[in-house]
């Protein structure tokens, strides 16, 4: 055998090995996924509230369910308006982007409405601590900044196509996926809202010949890890944006969201358009907004 050879060996071997010690790191050995529900039509986002309750759009059924830390899930809300992106306040409200109804509300736990923002589009967003609501504009190339008093304008249109937007832990940055690539950009909230110039955090793997990754929801953990929904499973990095592994899927080979849920936030919880799953790990999620 080559030196080349033998050096290419080493070096798959090597990350063979980095990725199964990474997942043993993070699975609780004889806990598999567990299927929570089927039979949606496009679950496009996920959130969870402080309890760890879990509330999910079938976006498609036009209808947003509540899951239990009991893994119990109910009909929450009938004619969400379309609803595709949620997110959960820190007011105790679930915001919506309601897509059919072009525009962005909060509801409340009995499911009263109020109308926050009108003739937007948005299949994704995210609610900062001060109510602040960043929203992706993905036929437009934009992100957008809703601010408490209810005024909206553009903050990067440095992402060909925003997706999903994710908080950093501190609350100080905000991630971006681009589902058409393997980029995941991270940008510094300066102190009106507005967006410093972004920079790549990690990497993702692709397929072989493309480079799109798919890549939807995100997460943290609260030892650091970054989460990536993606056509290949769930990616993996650590604080750096360095790869730490890939898990496998569990259904039809690709997942469109990544949460922590739970009373204690124990659950790695993923969705893939018809099913939600639920996985025992040995870390627990950071808050998600």
């Known amino acids: 055998m080559s030196r080349i050879a033998v050096l290419i060996f080493a070096l798959l071997f090597q990350e063979f090995a980095h990725g199964a010690r990474g997942s043993e790191a993070l699975l609780v050995p004889g806990k598999n996924w567990e299927l929570l529900g089927e039979g949606y039509q496009l679950t496009a986002d996920s959130a969870v509230d402080h ?4 509330f999910f759009t079938d976006a498609r059924n036009n209808r947003i369910y509540k899951v239990d830390s009991g893994g119990h899930i109910a009909l929450w809300k009938e004619e969400s308006g379309g609803a595709h992106g949620i997110a959960y ?3 105790g409200l679930l915001y919506a982007g309601q897509h059919n109804q072009k525009r962005i509300v909060a509801l409340s736990a009995d499911r009263t409405e109020s109308v926050l923002a009108e003739d937007v589009q948005t299949h994704h967003l995210t609610v900062t601590d001060r109510n602040q609501i960043y929203f992706a504009d993905a036929p437009n190339h934009r992100v957008w900044l809703l601010d408490a008093a209810g005024m909206k304008r553009v903050v990067t249109e440095q992402v060909d196509w925003p997706h999903c937007l994710r908080l950093s832990s501190d609350r100080t940055r905000l991630l971006v996926t681009d589902p058409h690539t393997a980029q995941v950009m991270r940008f510094p909230i300066q102190p ?9 955090f990690c990497r993702l793997k692709t397929r ?8 939807g929801g995100m997460a943290f953990d609260s030892g650091g890890y970054f989460y990536v929904a993606t056509n290949l499973g769930v990616q993996v990095f650590d604080a750096t944006g360095h790869s730490v592994t890939t898990l496998d899927p569990p259904g039809k080979g690709e997942v469109s969201d990544v949460f922590f849920a739970g009373d204690h936030m124990q659950w790695l919880v993923v ?9 025992a790990v040995r870390r627990h999620g950071a808050a998600r907004n």
């Open 51 to 54: 309890a760890g309750n879990i």
């Open 89 to 91: 306040g820190p007011d």
């Open 192 to 200: 009106d809202g507005g967006l410093a110039r972004g920079e790549l």
């Open 208 to 215: 072989t010949g493309t480079t799109a990754t798919e890549a």
């Open 271 to 279: 969705t893939d358009g018809e099913k939600l799953y639920r996985r």
